[in-house]
């Protein structure tokens, strides 16, 4: 039976006892794309990702598996209960994939529900709960609230085959769903029944908000026929998604039957969209007939009008224009009317629906600015809602300064939060079409890698009156790049640059075990040799050079190849840095350095993806602990590494892609300092830092882009 039911549906979203109208991270309803697979293109999937474990991401984090979970769903093949495992397996097998490469260690749980024709069907894996009502009865899932022991089960990204629960019920006018974290157990069964019984989808979520006390997450879906008239509280809507769809165009009425219709709050009425079936389609066909009879009267009118003005000439006399004129006239105008009219019309929208997400946006930060500042959890829950909030509005209207200063105003309290360092970041060169990953400062040069195009950039830096630093010029090294001559070899894709201090060159290393080294004004001056043995080595990412041996980080064969010098050429075969029985597990490491002064020169510093850093000396492990970090910015994963040997500035950056975070230590461990900048977006693919100790400015590479933070002083 097609077109039987549409959903209702509102969330609760409560962070440190009091509710938030934005919508919570990783909540989405979305109907079935034009595109959809066969036997989904009347499914409506409800979806609610939730943290789990000691690390939380970021809310993106949860919005885009709430959004993977839906395209994957909509693609799969199959009945509804095969779609789902197969949502539940490739999510759970992403976060397996993520985990095990070292990165920074997330969980997560999963609820899901489908609708299609009569019948909802629900899954979940970890901790979340459904509580269904149906023909006057109350169905927990997956089990009773009372059952603790097979009320949690195993989170996603936890094990290889996640522990999947599913039901099916049976469908009709009225029947209600509730979706939630695991907190949702620990209320009164009584009283939730209560507020399932109520009269509308709004009078339920103000029930549920009543009974919670400090934290929740929640979906309420009421399913009604489509010719029900839509509740004042509640606003039409194709999908809740936040993120820009990676689906086909949505399908016209006709072709989705099913649609949803979402509140913002247990509190509010949101602001209306649209609604694809039933009462919609009908008011849609009035509001274009009433349309079309205002054109037609509206031209109608006109030309009586023109009638008027200039009335047809007298019998054999010639009129006020020719009648090609007239005509011309007569199209124009009208035309020139209707444009004016439907430009005012779409003006006037785009400028309420602006408003709109403002004074959400607006709500959001006073409610945040109520939270005690000692609930940590709440508070970042809270301001992170508003930068949530402000970047719908930026869609709508970017750069709007009252937005702006929302989302600085939420960077000001994390920093006072977690002591964030938060600086702007100058652009100091971009590259088109460029991935760069490696960066080398030498003196007034700095050499990045382009990993995209395989080649190195030699950036000139000069140093104005003002102690600023700008770029001067840049230049490609011609013999380092994939497919250049050099000598009898062409050089293939590049691992790594250093600088050698020992023969004063730019120095490059590809998989083939080329080392290319060319001097830095001499553009042509080069040299290149082949290193022995390069066929063991399984997957290198970083070299160093340190009194005349070179060291290679190979973490796919768990070692450190370490060539000796003889003659000033590296002639012998490599030698295994770590030896014996009892060897170090660095299959996920990402960066090292060598400390080369004093007493413990030569002692080799290893960063794995998940944060840690060991010490070695000799191939053997010597004490390195981190101290001194605030709470909250705890290493949970690491993305690069680098050792400053300045002897005025030593210390490690370690950087964290996924919190767009430049971490200092020393060369103990201590922490120094965290560094934010304020257009956080430009540390989104954030892949290496160099540090000047002499300026006190760091260079980061992100992206395309060579950016540069100043340490001295923080931006006002």
Request: glycine share 8%; charged share 20%.
């Amino acid at each position: 039976m097609a077109f039987d039911f549409e959903a209702l549906v509102g969330h609760l979203y409560v962070v440190g006892g009091r509710s938030l109208s934005t919508q919570p991270p990783g909540m989405l309803v979305e109907v079935a794309p034009k595109k959809a697979a066969r036997g989904r293109e009347l499914d409506t999937i409800f979806v609610l990702v939730t943290p789990s474990g000691d690390v939380t991401a970021p809310a993106a984090f949860y919005d885009q598996m709430a959004n993977l979970a839906a395209e994957r769903y909509f693609n799969s093949n199959g009945g509804v209960t095969a779609g789902l495992r197969t949502v539940f397996n490739s999510l759970n097998q992403d976060l397996v994939d993520h985990n095990g490469e070292g990165k920074r260690h997330y969980e997560a749980n999963l609820v899901c529900s489908v609708l299609k024709d009569n019948e909802v069907f629900l899954a979940r894996a970890g901790a979340g709960v459904a509580l269904y009502r149906h023909m006057g009865e109350m169905q927990p899932f997956p089990t009773d609230f009372s059952n603790d022991e097979a009320l949690y089960g195993p989170p996603l990204g936890v094990q290889p085959v996640p522990d999947i629960k599913m039901t099916r019920y049976g469908v009709m006018q009225g029947s209600r769903l509730v979706m939630s974290d695991s907190r949702l157990a620990d209320l009164d069964m009584g009283r939730m029944t209560a507020a399932l019984c109520t009269n509308e989808i709004a009078d339920v979520l103000a029930g549920y908000k009543e009974m919670v006390s400090s934290q929740v997450t929640l979906m309420a879906i009421e399913f009604v026929p489509p010719e029900t008239p839509s509740p004042a509280s509640v606003k039409d809507a194709r999908s809740s998604s936040r993120a820009p769809s990676t689906s086909a165009p949505l399908p016209s009425p006709v072709t989705a039957p099913t649609t949803t219709e979402t509140q913002a709050s247990a509190e509010e009425a949101a602001a209306p969209s649209r609604r694809v079936n039933g009462v919609l389609v009908a008011q849609l066909k009035v509001i274009a007939g009433a349309i079309s009879l205002f054109f037609s009267r509206l031209l109608g009118n006109f030309s009586r009008i023109l009638d008027r003005v200039f009335p047809p000439p007298p019998e054999g006399k010639r009129g006020w224009f020719r009648t090609s004129t007239a005509v011309a006239i007569s199209i124009i105008i009208p035309i020139a009317v209707v444009i004016l009219v439907a430009w005012f019309g779409l003006s006037s929208t785009d400028q309420t629906e602006f408003e709109t997400c403002v004074g959400n946006a607006t709500k959001a930060a006073n409610l945040a600015r109520s939270i005690n500042s000692t609930d940590k959890a709440g508070t970042l829950a809270a301001w992170d809602a508003v930068v949530s909030q402000t970047n719908k509005c930026d869609k709508m209207r970017p750069n709007d300064p009252t937005m702006l200063s929302l989302v600085r105003e939420a960077q000001t309290v994390k920093d006072a939060l977690f002591q964030i360092d938060r600086r702007h970041a100058v652009t100091l060169k971009s590259f088109q079409n460029a991935n760069l990953t490696r960066a080398v400062l030498q003196g007034q040069d700095l050499y990045v890698l382009d990993s995209q195009n395989q080649l190195v950039q030699r950036i000139s830096l000069k140093t104005n009156d003002d102690g600023t630093v700008e770029a001067a010029s840049s230049e490609p090294m011609a013999a380092l790049r994939r497919g250049a001559v050099v000598g009898q070899y062409r050089v293939s894709d590049l691992i790594d640059i250093v600088w050698s201090d020992d023969t004063t060159q730019i120095t490059a290393l590809d998989k083939q075990g080329l080392l290319i080294q060319c001097s830095p004004r001499f553009r042509q001056d080069c040299q290149v040799q082949k290193l022995l043995r390069s066929e063991n080595w399984v997957n290198p990412i970083k070299m160093e050079l340190w009194e005349g041996r070179l060291y290679l980080l190979d973490p796919g064969a768990n070692q450190i190849w370490r060539y000796d010098s003889t003659g000033g050429s590296f002639a012998s075969s490599p030698i295994e840095y770590f030896s014996g029985d009892t060897r170090p597990q660095i299959q996920n490491a990402v960066g090292f350095g060598i400390y080369s002064s004093g007493t413990t020169g030569g002692s080799v510093f290893i960063l794995t993806g998940d944060g840690q850093t060991t010490k070695w000396l000799g191939g053997k492990q010597t004490p390195f602990v981190y101290a001194g970090f605030p709470d909250g910015q705890q290493l949970a994963g690491a993305d690069s590494f680098y050792l400053n040997p300045d002897p005025i500035g030593q210390g490690l950056f370690i950087t964290q892609r996924s919190s767009r975070t430049i971490f200092e230590t020393s060369l103990s461990g201590t922490w120094f300092g965290s560094y934010q900048v304020y257009e956080e977006d430009n540390f989104a693919a954030l892949n290496d830092v160099v540090a000047d100790a002499n300026l006190q400015l760091i260079y980061a590479l992100s992206g395309n882009s060579v950016f540069m933070i100043d340490q001295k002083h923080p931006a006002q």
